[in-house]
């Protein structure tokens, strides 16, 4: 799952970036000011949405130490629009740079359109399984070419499954991954979901270990 950093001291944005994103279907973690954002930055994430007015340390301060350790995509999201501080901004070898008020359908491409140009090797662009592909770009899933409508929770239970083949996922294993360990658990929630995704998808792909939980054959490569 592509993982993002929102740093944002304005809690109101950052609380719609994190509903946002999430519904898309992206892993996000929060940090209210530059301090926090520091001891949270590591190799794991793909992508950094930075605000520059933060609160301790600023995103400038910020992006240098992110820029010291590791070339993460890292796009500017601030209310100073001005030439001086989007040079800077580049300068410091920025991937985007938005001004606010920012439409978040603008805002989803530019993500987009950052990871595709930024994707090494340590992330590839798509799983296939078969028939199924999974773009974990575009996060979306076709079978034969044929998209395939799934919700964000639906597209991140098949993520998790298809990235862990083999893997045997108790329905307790499945909630705790995509709905938190904090969220009050249902196995009804799981069992309408899968039974969702097999509508969707298909009843070959994901097997049925009775009494345990859920997995997807590993393909074997010669």
Known sequence: MIKILVVEDDLEIQKSLFIFLTET???????????????????????????????????????????NKKDTPIIMLTALSGEKEQIKGFDLKIDDYISKPFSVAILLRKIEAVLRRTTSHELENAIHYNDLTIDLIGMSITIKGENIDVTAKEYNIILELFTHQGTVFTRDMIFDKI???????????????MGNIRKKIGVDYIKTMRGVGYKVEKIYKK
Do not use: Q
């Open 25 to 67: 279907g992206y892993s996000v973690t929060v940090a209210s000011d530059g301090l926090e954002a520091i001891n949270l930055f590591d190799d794991s994430y793909h992508l950094v949405l930075l605000d520059i007015m933060l609160p301790k340390i600023d995103g400038f301060e910020v992006c240098n130490f992110i820029r």
């Open 179 to 193: 709905w938190g360990c904090d969220a009050f658990y249902d196995d009804r929630v799981i069992n309408t979901h």
